[in-house]
């Protein structure tokens, strides 16, 4: 039996896992597999129970576990804490201690959110793309990162260290992927200023040279920024370091319509993989049944074909998804006046039935 750890964490976080819980429950059903879940504690909630953001018993859990889900850390009740103990310290914790550097963010359109987006519908047309983003290096992990006085006032530093056998790895993943899409890596840097960026690139284009079948390019990242919404279509496979790749990847949520929707994988070279929605723990609207859980459901989709190669499951749940989306259904952020929207259980429950129909026609 498969063994999915649950992470929940903050804000809106238990909310989705568990409607994606209960989605992953249907597709079990439906196909007739057995999950076994356990569920433990990250982030906030982990703070409030143990004192600590990422308990030794979750990593625990975690590295025994076939797969891991999780839902989102933070909000402003731990805002204020010692910057060791954030909540966001657990979620960049869990990332390193399981050596998770390759996160996949895929970024596609659904026809039926093609006239509901804030670009329009001819620039839409057509996209799908994924992020290949560094997880484990640049910025986030860098020492020293800490307050120092500097010239004799207030200052800070941050490290950027990258090695170059972080950067292979990643650029590998990202055209292993583009053999299996459209052929394109594009590898986005900021190599006119930072020297990291100019070792990305060089190492790019020596990795490039193992790929002869795949077209490789570069571009700024401040261009890239610009591109993903003047012409989503030109991208297939982008590849970027870790910082880069969070701010790209919100940007590119408005392309699909909303953070609300964006999945992701975090891969490491053993076969283990985290899921998680690409947003937060919204603490603007959580504890409301609001919030979209067409995320983090398309997250456990992802679950269900990378982890346990269970691709006819992981393409009904999408379909589900989308089925739900034609037939009219939207949560507030989705919605055209954001105080119609159905709740989060009520979006569930569509794609639940959807599952379900397939299931039986089949
Ligand atoms: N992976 C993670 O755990 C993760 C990712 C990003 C931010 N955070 C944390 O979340 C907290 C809030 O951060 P933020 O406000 O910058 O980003 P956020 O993604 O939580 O929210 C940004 C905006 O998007 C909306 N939103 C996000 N997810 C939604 C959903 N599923 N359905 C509907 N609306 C949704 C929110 O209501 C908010 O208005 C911070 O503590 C931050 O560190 C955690
Ligand atoms: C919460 C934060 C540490 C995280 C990140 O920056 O990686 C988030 O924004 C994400 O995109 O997963
Ligand atoms: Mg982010």
């Known amino acids: 039996m498969k063994q999915i750890v649950l992470l929940p964490g903050d804000g809106i976080g238990p909310e989705i896992i568990r409607e994606a819980r209960r989605v992953l429950e249907s597709v ?43 839902g989102a850390v933070g909000g402003p009740k731990w805002d204020s804490i010692d910057s060791s103990i954030r909540p966001e310290k657990g979620l960049l914790g869990i990332r390193k201690e399981l050596n998770l550097f390759a996160n996949l963010r895929p970024v596609r359109v659904m026809k039926p959110l093609i006239n509901e987006s804030a670009l329009k519908p001819e620039v839409l047309e057509g996209v799908d793309l994924l992020i290949v983003r560094e997880l484990t290096g640049g910025l986030y992990f860098g020492q020293p990162s800490e307050r120092r006085t500097v010239d004799g006032e207030d200052g800070v530093v941050d490290t950027l260290v990258y090695k170059k056998s972080e950067i292979k790895r990643i650029v590998h993943t990202a055209f292993e992927a583009a053999r299996k899409r459209q052929g394109r890596v594009l590898s986005v840097d900021k190599a006119n200023v930072l020297e990291s960026s100019r070792l990305w690139r060089e190492t790019a284009i020596e990795v490039g040279k193992e790929y002869p079948d795949v077209l490789l390019d570069h571009m700024l990242v401040d261009n890239a920024a610009m591109q993903l919404i003047r012409e989503p279509k030109q991208f297939d496979v982008v590849v970027t370091e870790n910082l880069f790749g969070d701010i790209l990847s919100d940007e590119a949520s408005m392309i699909s319509g909303s953070i609300g929707l964006l999945p992701s994988a975090s891969l490491n070279d053993r076969g283990l993989g985290l899921y998680e929605p690409v947003h937060g723990s919204a603490p603007d609207i959580a504890g409301t049944n609001t919030a979209n859980p067409l995320a983090a459901i398309a997250s456990a989709a992802m679950l269900l074909e990378h982890s346990f190669g269970l691709i006819e499951e992981a393409r009904t749940i999408e379909t589900a998804i989308e089925t739900a989306l034609i037939n009219g259904y939207r949560t507030n952020d989705l919605a055209s006046d954001s105080k119609k929207g159905i709740t989060t259980i009520e979006m569930t429950d569509a794609v639940i039935q959807s599952i379900q129909k397939k299931a039986y026609l089949s």
């Open 28 to 70: 079990a059903q439906a196909y007739e597999h057995q999950f076994c879940f356990k569920e433990a504690l990250i982030g906030g909630a982990a703070i409030d129970a143990t004192g600590q953001p990422l308990p030794p018993e979750t990593i625990e859990a975690c590295l025994t576990s076939d797969a891991i889900l999780l």
